[in-house]
Nanobody, 124 residues
Framework: QVQLVESGGGLVQPGGSLRLSCVAS????????MDWYRQAPGKQRELVAT???????TYVDSVKGRFTISRDNAKNTTYLQMNSLKPEDTAVYYC??????????????????WGQGTQVTVSS
C-alpha cells in the first residue's frame, strides 16, 4: 500500500505564489511518472502537470509559464511551484504516481491511491 500526502496549500492573493509538496511512502521499488491534479468545486478533476522519472515535464495550457513541477527521486517527493496565481487556480490539489513494486521476485506496475489533497484558495 502506498500513501500520498500533499501539503503546502493555503490562501493567497492573486499574483502570489505557493509551493506544494507531495511525499509518497510505502512499498515502492521505483516511481515513474508523478502527477499533479486539481479539482475545483463543481468541476471534474483535471491533470495539471506531469514529470517523468527522467525529468520530462508536461503542463495543461492554463498553467504553462506559471507552474513548475519538479521531483526529488531520493525522497519520493514531487513539488509544484505555482506563481502568478489566479482566482481560477482555486481548487483542491492532489498528486498521484505510477510506480513499481518488487514482490516475490517479480515487478508490478501500479497506480497510487488518492491522498487527502491540499486546498489552494486564490482570493483578494
Amino acid at each position: 500500500q502506498v500513501q500520498l500526502v500533499e501539503s503546502g496549500g493555503g490562501l493567497v492573493q492573486p499574483g502570489g505564489s505557493l509551493r506544494l509538496s507531495c511525499v509518497a511512502s510505502g512499498s515502492i521499488f521505483s516511481i515513474n511518472d508523478m502527477d499533479w491534479y486539481r479539482q475545483a468545486p463543481g468541476k471534474q478533476r483535471e491533470l495539471v502537470a506531469t514529470i517523468s522519472r527522467g525529468g520530462s515535464t508536461t503542463y495543461v495550457d492554463s498553467v504553462k509559464g506559471r507552474f513548475t513541477i519538479s521531483r526529488d527521486n531520493a525522497k519520493n517527493t514531487t513539488y509544484l511551484q505555482m506563481n502568478s496565481l489566479k482566482p481560477e487556480d482555486t481548487a483542491v490539489y492532489y498528486c498521484n504516481i505510477d510506480y513499481s513494486t518488487h514482490e516475490n521476485g517479480r515487478y508490478y506496475s501500479r497506480r497510487g491511491n488518492w491522498g487527502q489533497g491540499t486546498q489552494v484558495t486564490v482570493s483578494s
